[in-house]
Structure formats: structure tokens, C-alpha cells
């Protein structure tokens, strides 16, 4: 059975068209929308068991700052560091060269089968395509990422994969690929089918690919977190380990850890910490270790007094878990690697044309902001995307004109009112006008009953009594 | 290098100098018994934890855990149970480890992890590999937060060291949490508190 790869959907749907297909299954968003705020519930409740959450979150934002301030200085103290330590470092300037050298890398070890752990990074890059082309079959390891991965898809959450699968879903992908019994759909059971089924390929392979949580300045050492142990047991199982981060991963100090791993969880999950997480400083005894450092339009990011805060971000996910459109619209509906309100502000500056859609996708109510551990400003950057996107011309003819229109009421008092008073008329008298299809507020939605008169008509009337 | 030159050429560019590291945050002193945390913390995510008076209760109850003709490795020498067993230089050949027990550093009250470098683990595949894990944990090396935790390591010139909270496990299939993702279906802490 050939295996299929994680391809991203090519078709030209925006977000609205995306979230609208995912729309039609009522039950089913209900179901997403609540999964997701129950873990939002747990991140909340683990985070006020800390007194000291709040300093924290300051603390590493302003790490985080001070890394970004001094990336230039830190990548070279990490890569002497981590040089002395044995390991081989490897530059890219963009996702090609990321995946030319991370090719070049298996074939030099010889290898067409290798397993990979989760890297955001390398689904930026669309890593897994681009060696599938070349014939190399790579595994997905994590199980949430090898469902998405059998079934041909991205994931559509960074922590959680396959949060938009049904276990009846999962039960019959597994049927298929790895034979399980038609219609057990039982966590466990498939939890361990897809153990047995992966342990094969983690005996077998001799090459792993790692994504990296932190890379520590100082040390040279770089940081795995994960629950699963999948990361783990595929390295300590090869000769060749390949570990691929982008260069904003640094943290100057190893006892920062002490700062970033008590937030990185209990953000993203709940949990008070991964089950594993791994200080990978020398490779074992006979195995090669190879670090790829990617840029990606980082650096440029950099110099972005608006948009550079974007590149704290330390991928814990808790901004998607709370936001009220991600949970109504479902990951895939970004169409970008990352998804929710940080994916909306990280992909237009890697092509303001591609995702020019996404900064819209927001209500701007400000939640991910206040959950971000890193204290990015995301809602603000969000609404500062819009600006830019909207000079830049980059906005869909329909949304341009509707802009337009506003922009001449909502700046002519007079026109607002004479607006206003038609509207309350026509909806009262002809609500059809307003309730159907063709009113994009009329989706999911009743429309509300328009009022008699407006505020400023009942406030004139109240001071002439 | 071409990339790294360019790379490193625009970092240059947005190199900043204002902004200075801010002081670690001190968590505040905990009133709570740190073994009762550790406890509460390690059972809630899935871990065991057994409290000890000697090494021999430690074998007794090691004893429990493993059936007949399954493979275990130890490699503590005060454990006089089965010899520590030098291991030989290829991992694959532990698939069928069902228990192994190491020594861990110490283990951290408010998130139930313990700190294990690769010389306590005989081959670094050895805790992921294995079945049952037990890691045995002095009672006096028990921290309160990762704070401590990285106080204590310090500059230490561990090769390979991770801290291990609990049973591998995930949730990936509609939020069901189970015990045994990839790694070890099991894991006990024995505490060991001795006079």
C-alpha cells in the first residue's frame, strides 16, 4: 500500500468559502467548537494554579524580545556551541533550501524510510512532498499527524492534529490502512493498533527527523517536548538524526527552560508538562546529528516594528483553542500550515497576496492575546495586517466596495441617519430583503428585529421633554 | 555558507541593544508538603508513585510488577535485584525490555517529572523503548518547581538528559486520554526515604 503525503488543499477558496463548507454540518462545529473550549478550560484552570502566571508571561515575552533584539549574536553562540558539541549545523534561507538539505542528508545516509516527529517547521516548508516526489517514504509519528498524514491531509491544529476528526473516522482510516476490525471505533484499541503499527517503523528506520522546541544559546543544546515519547524513540532508534528549526527558537540561557517549559504546556493543553522533555546536547555513540537552521522570510520579519513580536511565538496553540472563529471555522479553513489568529498574522508576511484573507478571519475580541503566553499582540497585529493588505490592494473586489460604501456613510452624519431610517423601514416592512440568502449576515444567523427609532432620534425626543 | 552569510548579514541589520534579559521569576515559597504535590501531581497525569523505607522494599515490589520470563534490566547497583546488566551497544535489541529501572536525579513536585541524564540510562533508548518504566527517587531530591529544577542542573555536561512525567501517552483521537502512546505504558516512581 503506497503511502499517501500531507498535501495542503490548491484550490483558490478564501476563508469565508472554506469556514462555510465546514458551516453546512451544524453538529458537527457544536462539537469542534466545544472540544476546543474544553481544553481551553483546562489551560485556564492549570494556569491559575501558578500565583506567579502572570510574571512569568511578562518574563518570557521579554526573553523572547531580547532574543529577537539579538538574534544575530545568539545564532552564532548557539551554533559554536552546539559545533563543539559534535553537532553538524546546516543554514537555509527558505523552505527549498530547508528541504534540499535535509534531502541531500537522507541520501547521503543512504535511506528511502524515515520517520518523522512533529515539526510545524516542516510542514511550513511542505517537507513531506517534496521527498515523497524524490521517493522517499517518510512516516509521521505523532498519532494525531499520522491520521491526518493516512488520510491525505494537513493537520488542521498545531498541538492537535486530528482535532477535527470523529474516532467513527478514524476507526474506518484505520481499517483501511492498517486493517483494523471494521466499526471498532474504541481509543484505545486504536490508539494501540497505530503503536504496534508505528513501532515497526521506528525499528526500522534509520533516519529521524525532529522539530525543536528551544535551542539553547548557551548550551548548544536544543529541546523536545512531547507526550507521545515519539520524538524520543525515533532518534534514540537511528544513525542519523536531523533536527529542523527555525532560527526565532533560541533562548539565550539553559534556565530559561525553567520559564518556557512552565508555560508551554499548561498553555497549550493543560497538563503541567509534556511527559517527555528532551535535552538533545551530543549525539549517541556513532550516530550523526544535524541541525537546519531556516530562515524563511524571519530575518525580514525582524525589521517590522509592527509584525516582529509574531516571531516569539513558542507554538503552544492556547490563541486557537480560544478563538471563537477558529473553533466555528475549523484549522483547514486557513489554508497555511499554522492556523488560527498566530498562523493569520504569520502567513501574510510570507505572501500578503496568497493569505490576504486570513487577517479578516478574526472578530478582533482580543482572547488570544490575553491567553498568549508569550504576550504576543496578535489581535492588534491582526487589525494592523488589515491596513496594510487593504493599501496594498489586496483586498477581494466584493470587501473593497463594501469598505467603500461604509466609508461614505459612516463619515456623513446625515447620510448615516437617512441610511439608518431606510434600513428600519425596509426591515420592518419588507424583512425579506434583509432575511435571505443573499445577506451574508442571514447565515447561521436571525436577524434581530429593527428598533422603531434610532438612539439619536429617542435622544432628541428625551431632551425636548 | 552562502545562506548563512546572508542570513546572519540581515540579522546585523535588525540587531537592537536596548532591550536586557529580565531576572528569572522566583515562584513563591510553597507552604505545601512537596512530596503530597509530587504525589497529587504524578498520579493526576497518569504516573504511579510508591513511597519506600529501603531498597529491598523497592525489590520486593519490582518483583510484583514483572511476570515470568519477561526481560528486565536494572541498573542500580544498591537494587540487588538481578545484576545491573551491562548493555551491549545496539537498541533495537531492547524491544522486548518489559521493566527496566533506573536511578533518577530528582523529580519535581509541581509538574511530577524527573530529571534523568543518559549516563543513569545504560542506552539512551532504554526509557522510551521499555514497557514499564520505574524510576527511583531519593525523597530529599524532591524540588518544587522547574525553577529549582534547573537551579540544580546548573552547567551540568549531561550528553542527553530529559525529564519524564509519567506514562507516554496521547489524546489525539477525540480528546480520550491513553496510557501507552509510543513509549511506556506504565511508570512508577519509587520514592525512597531512608534514615
Known sequence: MSELNATVSTSNKDHAERAEVFNKDEARVNWHDQTLWFIRSKRDKAAHTLAEWELLREAASQIKLNVLDNLFL?????????MTNGIKIHWAADANEHNEIVHGIIKGAGVSHIVKSKSMLTEECHLNEYLHTRGIDVVDTDLGER?????????????????????????????????????????????????????????????????????????????????????????????????????????????????????????????????????????????????????????????????????????????????????????????????????????????????????????????CTNV???????????????????????????KKTGIGIMDFVFSKPGVY????????????????????????????????????????????????? | MESRERILAQLKIHQRTNNVLPPLVVPPAQPLNLVDKLVTILTGIGGQVAKVTSWSQIKSELLGMLGPDERAINLIPELEFLQPTPLGKEPHLLENVRLAVLKGHFAVAETGAVWVTSDLMGDRALPFICERLALVVEEKDVVPSMYEAYERIGSASYEFGTFIAGPSKTADIEQSLVLGAHGPKSMTMFLLKTN
Open chain 1, 74 to 82: 545568539y545564532l552564532q553562540e548557539f551554533e559554536r556551541n552546539a
Open chain 1, 147 to 367: 491520521i491526518v498524514q493516512l488520510a491525505g491531509e494537513a493537520p488542521s491544529h498545531i498541538v492537535l492534529p486530528c482535532i477535527h476528526w470523529k474516532k467513527e473516522e478514524i476507526g474506518e482510516l484505520f481499517s483501511k490502512h492498517m486493517g483494523t476490525p471494521k466499526g471498532n471505533s474504541d481509543p484505545q484499541f486504536l490508539t494501540g493498533a497505530a503503536r504496534a503499527n508505528l513501532r515497526q517503523h521506528f525499528m526500522s528506520s534509520r533516519l529521524a527527523i525532529t522539530g525543536v522546541n528551544f535551542a539553547v544559546a548557551e548550551t548548544g543544546e536544543i529541546v523536545v517536548c512531547t507526550n507521545e515519547g515519539n520524538a524520543d524513540l525515533g532518534v534514540q532508534l537511528a544513525d542519523v538524526h536531523i533536527a529542523c528549526m527555525g532560527i526565532e527558537k533560541i533562548i539565550p540561557k539553559r534556565k530559561h527552560l525553567g520559564i518556557f517549559l512552565r508555560l508551554l504546556t499548561r498553555s497549550a493543553t493543560g497538563q503541567p508538562i509534556t511527559t517527555y522533555s528532551s535535552h538533545f546536547r551530543k549525539a549517541r555513540s556513532g550516530q550523526e546529528m544535524h541541525i537546519v537552521l531556516v530562515d524563511n522570510g524571519r530575518s525580514e520579519r525582524l525589521g517590522s516594528d509592527d509584525f516582529r513580536n509574531a516571531l516569539k511565538c513558542i507554538r503552544c496553540g492556547a490563541c486557537m483553542n480560544t478563538c471563537p472563529v477558529y473553533r466555528r471555522s475549523g484549522g483547514h479553513s486557513y489554508h497555511y500550515a499554522i492556523a488560527g489568529p498566530i498562523g493569520s498574522i504569520l502567513a501574510p508576511g510570507l505572501d500578503m497576496k496568497k493569505y490576504a484573507d486570513l487577517p479578516f478571519a478574526s472578530t478582533l475580541c482580543g482572547s
Open chain 1, 372 to 398: 498568549c503566553p508569550v504576550k504576543i499582540d496578535i489581535h492588534d497585529q491582526l487589525y494592523k495586517w488589515r491596513q496594510v493588505i487593504v493599501q496594498d490592494g489586496y483586498v477581494a473586489g466584493g
Open chain 1, 417 to 465: 441617519r437617512f441610511a439608518g431610517k431606510v434600513g428600519r423601514w425596509m426591515m420592518n416592512h419588507f424583512p425579506f430583503v434583509v432575511n435571505n440568502k443573499m445577506n451574508p449576515w442571514y447565515k447561521q444567523r436571525e436577524m434581530p428585529v429593527a428598533p422603531k427609532q434610532s438612539f439619536h432620534d429617542w435622544y432628541k425626543e428625551r431632551q425636548r421633554k
